[in-house]
């Protein structure tokens, strides 16, 4: 059954806009209405909708933006796609795959200090998981039997491809398509797999004191988006 609570005379409300800076060619204005009394709430209606599954749309949302703000603001060389090999784990086991891509992500890393990696797990029709994402900084490339640009090192985990990121918006935009209410969780609940030190985004709050001549490129019940 819905919650709904719809708000009264005595909320102040305020509204905010800020300038999310990902890197040297990309930003974006956000305009937040928030309510003093509950926080962020709808800009639209004055209406506050708790159930399941607007909170659960509302985190995959945040996920989706967490993934795209790590993506933009790293500046990754490469799209790769790793597939375990059956002789390291069980390619059916959410766990066992997983461990085994982390555990030797981490080794590489500790060879190679400069590499970086966003990944995503996504199933395929037959059961078995492959990874999707991002990285940069892989030291030891070679083109394998097959064509494929591929890493010695990364070889003892099983396939794995590197495609050169030529256009890099659109493939930040690409790999959140795989971001849905149907995406792989693991026991953490966690939908991506990331290095750390990773770079987010700048936020600067901005006063705007009238935005009627603000075109907005997307506008939800929560927010504005204006790309510059």
Do not use: P
């Amino acid at each position: 059954m819905k919650k709904i609570r719809i708000f009264n005379n005595n909320d102040v409300y305020t509204t905010k806009y800020f300038i999310y800076s990902y890197n040297n060619n990309l930003s974006k204005l956000v305009k937040i209405k928030s309510c003093r009394n509950s926080g962020f709430e709808l800009i639209k209606n004055n209406i506050t909708i708790t159930t399941k599954e607007e909170v659960e749309r509302i985190s995959l949302s945040r996920t989706k933006k967490n993934i795209k703000e790590i993506a933009l603001c790293n500046n990754f060389e490469y799209f790769v796609t790793f597939t375990v090999s059956s002789i390291n784990c069980n390619r059916f086991s959410l766990s066992d795959c997983q461990n085994s891509l982390k555990s030797i992500l981490k080794a590489y890393k500790r060879k190679y200090n400069e590499f970086a990696y966003l990944i995503i797990t996504e199933k395929h029709k037959n059961g078995a998981f492959h990874f999707h994402g991002l990285c940069k900084g892989v030291k030891d490339l070679y083109i394998n039997s097959n064509g494929y640009l591929s890493s010695y090192f990364l070889d003892k985990l099983g396939f794995n491809s590197f495609s050169k990121i030529n256009d890099y918006v659109k493939c930040c935009n690409y790999i959140t398509k795989y971001i849905s209410k149907d995406c792989i969780r693991n026991e953490h609940r966690q939908i991506y797999i990331c290095s750390r030190g990773l770079k987010r985004a700048l936020r600067t709050e901005i006063n705007i004191l009238n935005d009627n001549d603000i075109v907005w490129d997307y506008e939800n019940d929560y927010c504005c988006i204006k790309n510059i």
